[in-house]
Every structure is written in structure tokens, then in C-alpha cells.
């Protein structure tokens, strides 16, 4: 690695910045908010210490460990608070931005060709690489720094310069961790997807053992580097050293992919490339066997990823009994609640955060008409003798097969789990119909995919806004205690909640018809628009 | 009869009309091409043709058919290489081929599928991902001629072959053409389109500005003269036709129209010729002096 490797660096630094300035700002102005607002909001909901010991022996269970993590339950400040419940979650929504941005410049770049206009111009062979680390340690530096003395200045007792300024490094740091890996992947495996899959998955990998870690496998959370973030203790210890842990390990992941890359082909990889049938399977011959094809490692990844979210959260409900079981307090708070156990209350909760991951994988499966669309893929099929009806219906029924999987897969993991551990454990039926019941509301995200492709599919990708709106007021509704027409603008928010509430029809009918009827509308806009190409 | 039929086609992008008031027809058992610089609106006629554009004005028929209405009924019968062959990564050349080949309905010619993938010197085992652009370009050429259409629609088919696969390519289309089945090429290499197309449509800026048989265009066209003689050939430049005229020592280079062109020999005749070259005219020269553009031509002459 000479001189000339990082040759004109500084110029691809100022052209992905020119190119990528308004994306970059808007991941920097959603996150720094977010995490501005959420002590603000405990500020104003739990004023006083009493309220916010109240809060923290309704977290002090096993369940909500997993989630969110081990907290200062002991001195529940606002900064504890802030600390328990949201540095964890947006930690992972970092490490993400960190996967996809980095794919995005790495791999992607090259696997469209971009790379080698670039690279034959007087431009280093490492030089893409160091620009792309560059930009990502500008972007998390910023963050780290706006949001540390952005909480230092918010000026609330419990929320100190020392821990506001580690609570930002932390984010920025781990968010390096995940860029560095994400590049080392990029060098490894010859397809932007796979890069983004196998990130993903590993970031995923690190928040399931963890979770298994805190609830009661200690020596585990320190495997995964999410572990490591919780481990600061910010708002209390402040363990200053974990940050060296992720910097460790980042500067491991940056020296193999710079050697990695420093060593290997344009466009290659170092999986070998097998080769491949010379004659397709009949499976693959139609419309939709291409889309199940294309997408078949995708959905497989999701649906394990969902019965392993549903077997991690049943296998702590036995933990929850035996917990409940000891705390008289608890077991008096519950049983005002009309008869219903708190295991029970907790299902419903956990319900919703299922439903919603399981979202995920079906309104992929419909935008990826959309990503065939802008790869000019479509008219290789509707230039044959192939209707866009045809067409759109196989990517639906994908969906709509690929939704059922995932709601099954979580609930029926969670209860099998959850059987195996409980003294008394749910009928399969009250589990799995509680995740069943969020089926409509899932047509509905589906359906409005749909929508969206047949008349504005330059933007259909805003329906992750829609996603991310339903996860955030469902899941946080009952800490933020939102008014009830906001749980409501989400179709999530009309399902009832199993098998605390009582099943209604009413709901699940007006969400089916409305689910076909924005499904048919977009089918009819797909129908008569221009094909993009 | 024409199997495809355009009156008047025009297709806006917002207030950019990338295709203006086209009107072109393709009759049964010819090759037409259809050439014009890069954005043109080459891609954007064809697309309208195969039902991926709306057409803002205008008609167009395929087989006595609307091209959008009974876009699938047209396809059956039609074969399509788009200029651009973005394939899946993850499926091999095989696959995309088999695939291509079913969804275009019919019956699968397994035969012609090996023997066009030996004649392309093509390994179908290979991932879409490791494809050059010229291979990428194969899958979707075997895919085409290895079924059965009545219509082949080529965009820019041969852009990223090499000159052995342009040939192989050149072979397909004029068995096709022997069969009886009808081409719509569009193409910037004048050689192919010289040597494959009974009728040309050059367009320019969303507009044909040419079009007809390669004979009737020749008339168009120039010859180009190199002549030397025993005696200095005066007053050529003021002779009506006569273009460009270049003097390297003794001898002379010119184009002449090739209407005017006995006029001007007889006129050189008389100074004594002692060596005359001419070459004939190319599409090329009438692809260039279109190209040079309204100010180009207007200084000429
Ligand atoms: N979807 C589109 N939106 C706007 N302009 C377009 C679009 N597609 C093509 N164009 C423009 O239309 C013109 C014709 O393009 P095209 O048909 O691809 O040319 P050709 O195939 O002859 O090279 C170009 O100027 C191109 O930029
Ligand atoms: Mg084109």
C-alpha cells in the first residue's frame, strides 16, 4: 500500500459529500432529534423521582432486559432512564445507517460499474475505501459531537458533560464498528445485496446474543459489541474504557478490508463464484418463480430471523412468571387489571414489535418490483408476452404468503418457547391468534405499496417512514402517552390487542377491503403509467 | 402489407419531446433500420412500440394492433433485444435464456437454443454477474433468435459484440430475413446497417429527417473524387455540386453530388486525367452530413 494507492482521495471525499450531503443530513437531523427529544419528553412524563421508580420496577423484568438492555434500575434518573431505554435501540438504528451507507459507497459502487470509470481515471486503488471511511468518521464524529453537547445542553440534572459526551461517542463509535465491518463484507463477497444481507444479519446477531447475555448468560453479552454499549453504563458508571473495545475492534475491521482489498480484482470477491445450471428449473420459468427466486434467500434470512426474535422473547416468559410470582407489589398492580396477568399484558406488547419486523420482510417483497423497475429489468419480462397484471400479482402473492410466514414463524416460535418454560403456559391458539390479528393491518402496509409503485414509484420507498411512524407511536405510545387518534393514523393501531382485549371483527374486515382496494388502485396506476427505464 | 405501422407517434417527457410526429412502417420480409445518433430517441420510439411508454400523441400499430392495448397479444409474436441488457446477478446466462425464451410463450426450440449458443461461442453456466456487456448482450440475442417470432425488435443489438460476433449476429438476422420474418434494427454502425437494411429511417432530435430504400438515399449522397492531370484544373470550385476541394500537390481531392457528377467529369476530362479514383458514396457520409447539423450544412456550398 504506496503513496499512489490513495492517490486523489480528498476529491472523492468532496464528490460523495456533493452527492450524498442531503441524505447524510436528514439520517443526522432524525437521530440527534430523537435522542434530543426523549429525555425532554421523560422530563415532562415522570417528573418527579417517585414517577420514575414506578417506571423502573415496570421495567425491572426479564422481557424488557432483552429489549432494551440492563439500566440503572436502582437510581432511575432521566439520564439513566434515557440511557436504559434508548442508547441500545439507537445504537442499532446507527450501526444501520453505517451498513447502508457504507454499502452504498463500497460494494454497490463497484457492482454497478461506477467504480471503474473512476478507477481509470488518476485515482488510487484504495482511494474509494479511504474516502468512504472518511466520510463515515466525519458523519458519526458529527453525530457524536451533536448529540453529546446536545444532551449536556439540554441541561437536566441527572445528564452531566461526562455522560453526555460518552453517550454520543458511544453511538458514534459503535457506528464506525458497523461501517468498518460492513467494508470488510464489501471486500469479501462479490454482491452489494449479500454485503448488506450478511451486515444486517450480523448486527442482528449481536443484539440476540446479547439479549440472551443480559437476561441471564452474563459472560455471553460480551461477545457482541452491543453488549459492549450497554456496558458503559452511561448516566452512572460511565466505563469510559468500553469505548477502546469498539475503537479495537473497528481499527481490526479497517486494516483487513484496506488489505483486502489492497490484494484483490476489480469486481472480485473472495468467494469462489461456482458454476451454475446451464438450463433454468421449470420453477423458475413464470413471473412469479422469478420473483420468488430472486428473492428466496431474502425471505429465508427474514423468516429465521422471526422465529429466532419469537423463540428469544418466549424463552424469557418462564423467567417472567417465577418474577412476578415473587413481587407481591407487582402481583397486587396486576390484578386490578381486570383479571388479565401481566405475562398476558406483556404478549400483547410484544405483539405489535413482532408484527411490525414481520412487516418488513412482505413490503420488501413488493418493492422489489420497484428495484427491478430502476434496474431496467421489467422490460425484459413485460417485453415478452407477460401482462403487468401477471407481473405485479406475483410479487404480490409473495408478499402476502411471505406476511403469513413471518406472523406464524414469530408467534409460533414464541409460544413453543414459551411452553417449554412456563408453569402454566398460553394455549397455542391465544398466542398464535394474537399474532395472526395484525395480519390485515400488514395487507394494508402492503396494499399501500402497491399504491405507491402504481403512481409515484420514484418515492415508494417512503412507506418505510410509515413502518418505522407504526413502530414508534405502537411501541413507544404507552411511554410517551401519545393521544389516541396518533396510535390511530397506523392501521396497526385499530387491531386489538390479544389476548388482553377482546378479539373484534369489525377492524379486521375494513382492514381487508381496504387493503385490496388501495392493492386494485395501484394495480390500475401500474397498468396505464410509463414503464421507467 | 406493413406488420408495423406508426402515424404521427410523439412522445413527451414533461415539456421534452424525446420522439416528434413519427411516422414509420416496417413491411412483412424486411430489414429496417433505424439509425441516429446517441439520444436520438431511438429507445424511446421502440419503447412506445413494446407498451412500456404511453405514446402522448400519435398511433402505433403492431400487426394490425394497438401497442399498448394488446401489448402481450403483440409479444407473442415478436422478439426484443433491448440496447441495454441489465440481467440478475445470481442466475447463470442459462437460465435467463430458458427463462426468456418461456415467458415468451410457445413452443421452447431446444435444438435451436444449443446450436445458437455454439454459433455465439457462449457458456451458459456462467452467473449473470461475471457477464461482459457482449455476453449479456448474447443471452438476450440466443433468446431472440432462438424462437420464433414474426417481428424481431433489435436496439443497438451489436454495441458491445466483437467483430466475429457481429458477424454471427449479421448471419442470424439475414436468416430471418430469408425466412420471411421482418426486423426493426436500430443501430449506429453503418456498416451493419448497410450491409443488413432494405430501408433506413434516420432520426435526429425525436425527428426522422431521412428515410427510404439505401438507392434512393445514395441520391443524397456524394462521390468522393481523387483525380490527378497534366494540367491545373481551374474553375471547379464555382461548379454547381462540387464540395470540399482539397490540392495536395498535383493531386486533387473532392466531393461531388451525385447528381451533377457527369457534368463535373466531363469537366476535369479536359485537362488531361492521369489517374482518377472514386469512391463510393457510404451511409456514413450521409449520416455525417446530417449529424454536422443545420449550421455545418448551411456553411457549404
Ligand atoms: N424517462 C425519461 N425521462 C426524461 N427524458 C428521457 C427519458 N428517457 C429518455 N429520455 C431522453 O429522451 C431522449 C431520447 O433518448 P433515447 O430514446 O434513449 O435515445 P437513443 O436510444 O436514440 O440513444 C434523450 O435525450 C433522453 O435523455
Ligand atoms: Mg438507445
Redesign the interface.
Known sequence: MNQQSFANTGKLVRFILRLDRFRMLIWLLALTFFTLMVPLAFLDLYPSQADRDVMAETMENPAMTAMVGPGDLGNYTVGAMTAHQMLLLTAVVVGLMNILLMNRYTRSEE?DGRRELVRSLPVGKLANLNASFIILSLLNSLLAIITGVGLYALGIDSMGLSGSLLYGLILGVTGLFFAGLTALIAQIT??ARTVFGFSLALLLIAYLIRAIGDVGHEALSWVSPLGWVTAAEVYSANNWWVLLLLIGGTLLFVALAFYLNAIRDLDAGFLP?R??????SPL????LG?AF??QRTGIMSWAIAMLLVGVSYGSVMGDLDSFFGSNEMMQQLLASQEGTSFTAQFVSVLMVVVALIGTVSPVMAVLRLNGEEK?????????????RTRLVAGYLVIAVINGFLMLSLAAGGLWLAAASVMEEPFAFGEIYGAGLAYYPAMLVMVGLVVLLIGFVPKVSSVVWLYVFYSFFVLYFGGVFQFPEWVGKLSPFGYIPELPVDEMEWAPVVILIVIAVGLTAVGMLGFN????Q? | MALLKTEGLTKMFGNFKAVDDINIDVQKGEVYGFIGPNGAGKSTTIRVLLGMLKATNGKASIFGKDVWQDAVEIHKRIAYVPGDVNLWPNLTGGEVIDLFMKLRGGAMNKNRREELIGKFNFDPSKKCRTYSKGNRQKVSLIAAFASDADLYILDEPTSGLDPLMERTFQECVMEARDEGKSVLLSSHILSEVERLCDRVGIIRDGQIIESGSLDELRHLTRTNLNVETKQQITSLDDMKGVHHVERKEQALSLQVDTENLDDVIRHISQFGVVKLESAPPTLEDLFMRHYEGASASGGES
Open positions: 457492482e462479490e454482491n463464484s458454476s451454475g445450471k446451464r438450463q433454468a423458475l420459468l413464470s413471473p422469478l427466486r430472486l434496474k431496467d429489468r421489467l422490460d425484459h419480462l413485460l417485453g415478452r408476452a407477460v401482462s396505464r403509467r410509463d414503464i427505464g
